[in-house]
């Protein structure tokens, strides 16, 4: 199975900052990369899809980049309703793999 | 606005077999979609369990595949999961959730989850 490692496990920071979450494949994946938002008792959200497709009804400060092993979400200005978990998962070769997902808290 | 919806016990003993089914409202299972399940718990994250075409077609996680069955039900828009042999270890949030067509093993819409203990 593909193993997906995302850093930091949590980050803490403030409304209006940019965050930077990174997430590594341990093999070559193209741009068949997910990203999903979680908060505490609801199922993911789907944010960006293909590494860098930003997802129907997301805000536009959500972007996503990379292609190959090393990929990044970043959040241009953070909001109060973003604080939450994040993960990301390989949509490249079944079983599809998720990172164990970084925790975005306040500040 | 595609809606689904688990439902299955909460609660399972060691060695019994676990059923779930998830009710789909807001599109047709017999879509261009693959219809998957995913299971979270604290000790191993999220895990992807395997999906299933509207053909019948399925794609099963090899680590759970010899424990797993995913089947459809057209005639109730719904599809189901039955994991064998349960252990504590498969205590965990099951979600059913539907693949986007605009890209494989894309999760585009989640049902709510359900919590299922295994426990005697």
């Known amino acids: 199975d593909i193993q997906m490692t995302q850093s930091p496990s949590s980050v803490s920071a403030s409304v209006g900052d940019r965050v930077t979450i990174t997430c590594r494949a341990s093999?070559?994946?193209?741009?068949?990369l997910v990203w999903y938002q979680q908060k505490p008792g609801k199922a993911p959200k789907l944010l960006i899809y293909?590494?860098?497709s930003l997802q129907s009804g997301v805000p536009s400060r959500f972007s996503g980049s990379g292609s190959g092993t090393d990929f990044t979400l970043t959040i241009s200005s953070l909001q109060p309703e973003d604080f939450a978990t994040y993960y990301c998962?390989?949509?490249?070769?079944?079983?599809?793999?998720f990172g164990q997902g970084t925790k975005l808290e306040i500040k | 606005q595609v809606q689904l919806q688990e439902s299955g016990p909460g609660l399972v003993k060691p060695s019994e077999t676990l059923s779930l089914t998830c009710a789909v409202s807001?599109?047709?299972?017999?879509?261009?979609?693959?219809w998957s399940w995913v299971r979270q718990s604290p000790g191993k994250g999220l895990e992807w369990i395997g999906e299933?075409?509207?053909?019948?077609?399925?794609n099963y996680n090899p680590s759970l595949k010899s424990r797993v069955t995913i089947s459809l039900d057209k005639s109730k828009n719904q599809f189901s999961l039955k994991l064998s042999s349960v252990t504590a270890a498969d205590t965990a949030v099951y979600y059913c959730?539907?693949?986007?067509?605009?890209?494989?093993?894309?999760?585009?819409?989640w049902g709510q989850g359900t919590l299922v203990t295994v426990s005697s």
């Open positions: 293909t590494a860098s």
């Open positions: 299933i075409f509207h053909s019948g077609s399925t």
């Open positions: 998962q390989q949509a490249k070769i079944f079983p599809y793999t």
């Open positions: 959730a539907r693949v986007s067509i605009l890209a494989a093993g894309t999760i585009d819409y």
């Open positions: 807001g599109g047709s299972i017999s879509s261009s979609n693959w």
């Open positions: 093999q070559g994946i193209s741009r068949w």
